[in-house]
C-alpha cells in the first residue's frame, strides 16, 4: 500500500537523491536494494501512524540566522545535565539514603567499586561544570539582548532552571554526609529559616521537622534525585520548545544583507527562501 | 517595545533568518563539537582532582566550620558583609530573593528595542557590575582559607613544653570553630566577633578563660570543653594568652 502522505517541508536538495544520467544502467537489483527497499518501508509504516517526519525535517532543516560559538552555551548545559542524569543514576545504584548507611555506602562506591571514584568525580565535578555553564549562558543572553521580545518566556523559564539548577547542588551536597556537607547544610537549611514568611515553613520542610532528623536525609534524596531532576527536564523541554518555535537570535551586531521585505513578517515562518542560502 | 518597533524587529528577524543557515548542519556541528569539549573537561576533572570523602558526619561536635560548596561563597560572603544581627534575614534571604525576582522581571521591565550591548548602557553595565560583585565575594569567600587551622609561627623566644603547648592550644583554637567569628592572624572572619591576634595585649589569661566560660551572646560558652577535656581547654587559654 502507498504511503498516505501528509504535506511535509522539502528536503533540502543535497539530500536528495540525484536523478541518473541518460545512458548509465539502473543499479542491479540486488541484496542490498531489496535491504534498502524494506527498511524504506519499514520507516515509512511507522511514520504513517506517527506523522513526525515534517515536524522532524521542520526541526532539522528550519534556517536560523547566521551566529557565532556562544550560541553553545544552552546544548552544552543540556549535556552537562545529561551527564548528571546518567552518573546520578550509576550512583544511585550502590546509594543507601539513611543516615546509618549513607556514608558507608559512598566509601564503598569510592573507594572499592570498580571505577568508582571516577563516577563520583563525574557527578561532582560535572555539576560545577554546569552551574558554571548556566551562568555563563545566561550571560550570553543577558549581554545579546536575547530575553527581549518576543523571548521574554523563554528567559522566566531560564530563571527557573537557574533556582532549580543551584537546588540540586544544595540538595546533592549532603548525601555523602561526611562532615563537610553534614554542617554545611545544617547551615543551609537554618538560612532558609531566617527568611521571611515563608522561611520557617520552607526550612521544616526541608528537614521533615523541626529538628535535623533520620528522615532528612531521605528527604534531601527524594527531593535531589526525583523531584528536582523531574522540573529540569520538564522546564528544558518547554525552553527547547520555544527556542525552536522562535528561533535563536541573531547576534545584535549582524544586520541582514538585504532590505527586509515588508510581507516577510512571522517569527515561525518555515518557508525555505531562495535567496542568500548558499552565498556564504 | 510599541507595535512599530515589534513589526520592525519581525520582519528584519524573517530576513536574517533567511539569510542564514539550516539549523542541521550548521548548529548540529557546532553544539556536538561543544558537547565534547564539555565532556572532556567533565572526565578530565574527574581524573585529575577526583572525589575526597571526609569524615563521616557527627552531629554531636559542635566543632566542625562549615564551608559550602564554592558557587555558593557569594552568598556565604553576603552574611559577613551585612554584620548586624536585625539585617542578617535580609542579607540571607532578602538580598537573594530581591536578585531572583529582579532576575525574572527583566524583560518586563527592560522593554526596549536595542539589543547591541553598546546601545544599551545601563543594562550592560549593572551586568557587569554584578559580575564583578560576585566574583569578589566568591574571591572573598575562597581566600578566607580553611576554616579550621590557623597559620601562625611560634614566637621565637617558645621552646620545649611551652612550645608543645603552644602548638596544641593552636590546633585546639582552630578545632574549635572559633574561626567562625574571630579572626586570628591571617585566618577566620572579622566578625562578628572582634579579631582576636592581639587579645591578650587587651585580656590577661584569667580574663580570657572567664570570656571562655561565661561568654556574651552570640558566643557560645566553652565551659562544656573545660570539664570534658581540661587540658584541651587549658592549651586554648595559654595559646591565647600568648597572642599580644
Ligand atoms: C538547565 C539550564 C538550561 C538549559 C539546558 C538551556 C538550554 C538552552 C538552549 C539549548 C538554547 C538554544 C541555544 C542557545 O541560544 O544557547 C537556549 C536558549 C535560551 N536560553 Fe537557555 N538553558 C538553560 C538555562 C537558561 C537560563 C538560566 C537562562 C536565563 C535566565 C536562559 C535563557 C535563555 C534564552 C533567553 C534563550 C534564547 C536565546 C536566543 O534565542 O538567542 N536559559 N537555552
Given at each position: 500500500?502507498?504511503?498516505?502522505?501528509p504535506?511535509?517541508?522539502?528536503?533540502?536538495?543535497?539530500?536528495n537523491?540525484?536523478?541518473r544520467?541518460?545512458?548509465?544502467?539502473?543499479?542491479?537489483?540486488?541484496?542490498?536494494?531489496?535491504?534498502?527497499?524494506?527498511?524504506?518501508?519499514?520507516?515509512?509504516?511507522?511514520?504513517e501512524?506517527?506523522?513526525?517526519?515534517?515536524g522532524?525535517?521542520?526541526a532539522l532543516?528550519?534556517?536560523?540566522?547566521?551566529?557565532?560559538?556562544?550560541?553553545s552555551?544552552?546544548?552544552?548545559v543540556m549535556?552537562?545535565?545529561?551527564?548528571?542524569?546518567?552518573?546520578g543514576?550509576?550512583?544511585?545504584?550502590?546509594?543507601?539514603?539513611?543516615?546509618?548507611?549513607?556514608?558507608?555506602?559512598?566509601?564503598?562506591?569510592?573507594?572499592?567499586?570498580?571505577?568508582?571514584?571516577?563516577l563520583?568525580?563525574?557527578?561532582?565535578?560535572?555539576?560545577?561544570?554546569?552551574?558554571?555553564l548556566?551562568?555563563?549562558?545566561?550571560?550570553?543572553?543577558?549581554?545579546y539582548?536575547?530575553?527581549?521580545?518576543?523571548?521574554e518566556?523563554?528567559?522566566?523559564?531560564?530563571?527557573?532552571?537557574?533556582?532549580?539548577?543551584?537546588?540540586?547542588?544544595?540538595?546533592?551536597?549532603?548525601?555523602?554526609?561526611?562532615?563537610?556537607?553534614?554542617?554545611?547544610?545544617?547551615v543551609?537549611?537554618?538560612?532558609?529559616?531566617?527568611?521571611?514568611i515563608?522561611?520557617?515553613?520552607?526550612?521544616?520542610?526541608?528537614?521533615?521537622?523541626?529538628?535535623?532528623g533520620?528522615?532528612t536525609?531521605?528527604?534531601?534524596?527524594?527531593?535531589?534525585?526525583?523531584?528536582?531532576?523531574?522540573?529540569?527536564?520538564?522546564?528544558?523541554?518547554?525552553?527547547?520548545?520555544?527556542v525552536?518555535?522562535?528561533?535563536t537570535?541573531?547576534p545584535p551586531?549582524?544586520?541582514?544583507?538585504?532590505?527586509?521585505?515588508?510581507?516577510?513578517i512571522?517569527?515561525?515562518?518555515?518557508?525555505?527562501?531562495?535567496?542568500?542560502?548558499?552565498?556564504? | 517595545?510599541?507595535?512599530?518597533?515589534?513589526?520592525a524587529?519581525?520582519?528584519?528577524?524573517?530576513?536574517?533568518?533567511?539569510?542564514?543557515e539550516p539549523?542541521f548542519?550548521?548548529?548540529v556541528a557546532?553544539?556536538?563539537i561543544?558537547a565534547?569539549?564539555?565532556?572532556?573537561?567533565?572526565?578530565?576533572?574527574?581524573?585529575?582532582?577526583?572525589?575526597?570523602?571526609?569524615?563521616?558526619?557527627?552531629?554531636?561536635?559542635?566543632?566542625?566550620?562549615?564551608?559550602?560548596?564554592?558557587?555558593?561563597?557569594?552568598?556565604?560572603?553576603?552574611?559577613?558583609v551585612?554584620?548586624?544581627?536585625?539585617?542578617?534575614?535580609?542579607?540571607?534571604i532578602?538580598?537573594?530573593?530581591?536578585?531572583?525576582?529582579?532576575?525574572?522581571?527583566?524583560?518586563?521591565?527592560?522593554?526596549?528595542?536595542?539589543?547591541?550591548?553598546?546601545?544599551?548602557?545601563?543594562?550592560?553595565?549593572?551586568?557587569?557590575?554584578v559580575?564583578?560583585a560576585?566574583?569578589?565575594?566568591?574571591?572573598l569567600?575562597a581566600?578566607?582559607?580553611?576554616?579550621?587551622?590557623?597559620?601562625?609561627?611560634a614566637?621565637?623566644?617558645l621552646?620545649?613544653?611551652a612550645?608543645i603547648e603552644?602548638e596544641?592550644?593552636?590546633?585546639?583554637?582552630?578545632?574549635?570553630?572559633?574561626?567562625?567569628?574571630?579572626?586570628i592572624?591571617?585566618?577566620?572572619?572579622?566578625?562578628?566577633?572582634?579579631?582576636?591576634?592581639?587579645?591578650?595585649?587587651r585580656?590577661?589569661?584569667?580574663?580570657?578563660?572567664?570570656?571562655?566560660?561565661?561568654?556574651?551572646?552570640?558566643?557560645?560558652?566553652?565551659?562544656?570543653?573545660?570539664?570534658?577535656?581540661?587540658?584541651?581547654f587549658?592549651?586554648?587559654?595559654s595559646f591565647?594568652?600568648?597572642?599580644?
Amino acid at each position: 500500500m502507498a504511503k498516505i502522505k501528509p504535506p511535509v517541508p522539502p528536503l533540502p536538495d543535497s539530500l536528495n537523491p540525484s536523478p541518473r544520467r541518460a545512458g548509465t544502467k539502473p543499479p542491479p537489483a540486488g541484496v542490498i536494494a531489496q535491504g534498502q527497499e524494506t527498511g524504506i518501508s519499514a520507516v515509512n509504516w511507522i511514520d504513517e501512524r506517527l506523522q513526525l517526519s515534517g515536524g522532524l525535517r521542520w526541526a532539522l532543516f528550519r534556517k536560523i540566522p547566521r551566529h557565532d560559538w556562544t550560541y553553545s552555551l544552552g546544548s552544552s548545559v543540556m549535556f552537562a545535565f545529561l551527564s548528571q542524569a546518567v552518573t546520578g543514576v550509576f550512583l544511585a545504584m550502590a546509594y543507601d539514603p539513611s543516615t546509618t548507611g549513607a556514608y558507608e555506602s559512598i566509601r564503598y562506591t569510592t573507594n572499592e567499586a570498580f571505577l568508582g571514584e571516577f563516577l563520583r568525580g563525574m557527578h561532582k565535578w560535572g555539576s560545577t561544570v554546569m552551574v558554571v555553564l548556566v551562568f555563563l549562558h545566561m550571560a550570553q543572553t543577558f549581554f545579546y539582548g536575547a530575553y527581549k521580545y518576543p523571548r521574554e518566556l523563554n528567559w522566566v523559564i531560564g530563571v527557573v532552571l537557574l533556582i532549580l539548577t543551584m537546588a540540586m547542588s544544595f540538595t546533592g551536597y549532603l548525601l555523602p554526609f561526611d562532615q563537610r556537607s553534614y554542617w554545611a547544610t545544617i547551615v543551609g537549611v537554618n538560612i532558609n529559616g531566617t527568611g521571611p514568611i515563608v522561611g520557617p515553613y520552607l526550612s521544616d520542610f526541608l528537614r521533615a521537622g523541626p529538628e535535623f532528623g533520620a528522615t532528612t536525609l531521605s528527604r534531601f534524596y527524594a527531593i535531589h534525585m526525583l523531584l528536582v531532576p523531574g522540573a529540569i527536564g520538564a522546564m528544558i523541554g518547554a525552553h527547547l520548545w520555544l527556542v525552536t518555535k522562535l528561533g535563536t537570535t541573531s547576534p545584535p551586531w549582524n544586520r541582514p544583507r538585504h532590505r527586509p521585505q515588508g510581507s516577510d513578517i512571522g517569527v515561525a515562518s518555515s518557508a525555505p527562501s531562495s535567496n542568500g542560502s548558499s552565498d556564504q | 517595545m510599541n507595535r512599530a518597533e515589534k513589526e520592525a524587529y519581525l520582519r528584519e528577524y524573517g530576513q536574517l533568518k533567511a539569510e542564514g543557515e539550516p539549523f542541521f548542519p550548521y548548529s548540529v556541528a557546532k553544539d556536538s563539537i561543544m558537547a565534547c569539549i564539555v565532556m572532556a573537561t567533565i572526565i578530565g576533572m574527574s581524573i585529575i582532582l577526583g572525589a575526597e570523602l571526609g569524615p563521616k558526619a557527627d552531629p554531636t561536635s559542635t566543632t566542625y566550620v562549615p564551608r559550602p560548596e564554592w558557587y555558593f561563597f557569594f552568598l556565604f560572603e553576603l552574611l559577613r558583609v551585612i554584620k548586624p544581627p536585625e539585617l542578617v534575614p535580609l542579607a540571607t534571604i532578602g538580598v537573594p530573593t530581591i536578585c531572583i525576582i529582579l532576575l525574572m522581571l527583566l524583560p518586563f521591565y527592560d522593554r526596549g528595542p536595542e539589543r547591541h550591548p553598546l546601545k544599551r548602557p545601563i543594562a550592560t553595565t549593572a551586568g557587569v557590575l554584578v559580575i564583578f560583585a560576585m566574583g569578589y565575594l566568591t574571591y572573598l569567600g575562597a581566600s578566607a582559607g580553611s576554616p579550621n587551622e590557623i597559620d601562625m609561627k611560634a614566637p621565637a623566644a617558645l621552646a620545649g613544653p611551652a612550645l608543645i603547648e603552644w602548638e596544641k592550644g593552636r590546633s585546639v583554637v582552630g578545632q574549635a570553630g572559633c574561626l567562625a567569628c574571630h579572626k586570628i592572624g591571617e585566618n577566620g572572619n572579622d566578625g562578628p566577633g572582634p579579631v582576636l591576634t592581639h587579645v591578650a595585649s587587651r585580656l590577661p589569661e584569667a580574663a580570657i578563660a572567664q570570656t571562655l566560660r561565661n561568654p556574651t551572646a552570640p558566643m557560645p560558652s566553652f565551659k562544656n570543653l573545660e570539664t570534658t577535656q581540661p587540658e584541651n581547654f587549658k592549651a586554648m587559654v595559654s595559646f591565647l594568652g600568648q597572642l599580644n
